[in-house]
């Protein structure tokens, strides 16, 4: 296929400076369970592109979904260039790459049904509901992508890059007077294996959830705690923007004289 793309451009590189075409065929499967009921189930293939181009410093940039036209995308991404393009082009040298990354698959979900991959989501998400009466309902899903992206370019570049990615998500909600949660997912670039006799860890949510719903109360006061990088970065950040806001609103000069940081936003909500 890359090379059916490059022969594509290759007719158009006297036009522009610079020329690029980027293509993407992906495969997808999704399929969601709500409680007992199945509540999406959905097989897509898709197909999306675009094609940039550049001649006397002006740039443009046009996207397709189809192959039907493709030629005459690619010329009005030239003429769009052209029209913006009114100095010079400067490109840094860089030598061209022919690469295939191919995806060493374990076990390509590819090879299975819908059904059966229906199947093993129902039977976690109904060992999910039987674990015990206080869970009020679940949120289950699974997932498989498998992409192929194609790159080249007028420079003699010409790429081919394959993606897989499956994962299984696995969500309990229960209910004693008060309302608890509990999650676990799975996730893989190369094996649909992942998802097979894992029941203990998609228990896990199902423990977790009623763990809470028996836990008891922590009383209010300050406790040293133990959090992950995530979490310690978003609690600091939130922690800033409040100081921020305070500085602000005071009325003394010399705060925001010594401060001038909090007179900038932080874009955090």
């Not at 199945?38 to 740039?59: E, M, Q, Y």
């Not at 209010?220 to 133990?226: A, E, P, R």
């Not at 959090?227 to 305070?246: A, C, H, N, T």
């Amino acid at each position: 296929m890359k090379e059916q793309l490059l022969a594509l451009i290759k007719p158009y590189f006297g036009n522009v400076d610079y020329l690029e075409l980027r293509l993407e065929q992906s495969e997808s499967t999704l399929i969601s369970f709500q409680g007992k009921e199945l509540s999406a189930v959905d097989r897509n293939l898709g197909l999306t592109g675009g094609i940039r181009a550049c001649h006397r410093g002006g740039w443009s940039f046009v996207t397709f979904n189809s192959l039907e036209n493709i030629q005459q995308r690619i010329e009005a991404a030239i003429s769009q260039a052209k029209l913006v393009g009114k100095e010079t082009t400067q490109l840094a040298p860089i030598a061209p790459v022919v690469d295939d990354v191919r995806v060493a698959i374990k076990d390509d979900p590819r090879g299975y049904g819908l059904q059966e991959k229906k199947e093993l989501l129902g039977y976690y998400n109904d060992l999910l509901l039987g674990y015990d009466p206080r869970i009020q309902t679940t949120m289950t899903g699974y997932r498989d992508r498998f992409s192929t992206t194609y790159f080249v370019n007028s420079l003699g570049t010409a790429l081919c890059q394959e993606r897989l990615d499956v994962s299984g998500r696995f969500g309990v909600v229960a209910r004693n007077g008060v309302v608890r949660q509990g999650f676990e997912s799975l996730h893989s670039r190369s094996d649909f294996g992942v998802l097979r006799n894992r029941e203990e860890l998609v228990l896990g949510a199902a423990k977790r959830a009623i763990e809470q719903l028996e836990a008891k109360p922590v009383k209010g006061g300050q406790y040293t705690v133990i959090l992950d990088p995530i979490w310690r970065g978003y609690l600091s950040m939130r922690r800033l923007v409040i100081y921020q806001k305070r500085i602000l609103s005071t009325k003394i000069p010399a705060c925001r004289k010594f401060l001038p940081w909090a007179n900038r936003s932080l874009f955090l909500s």
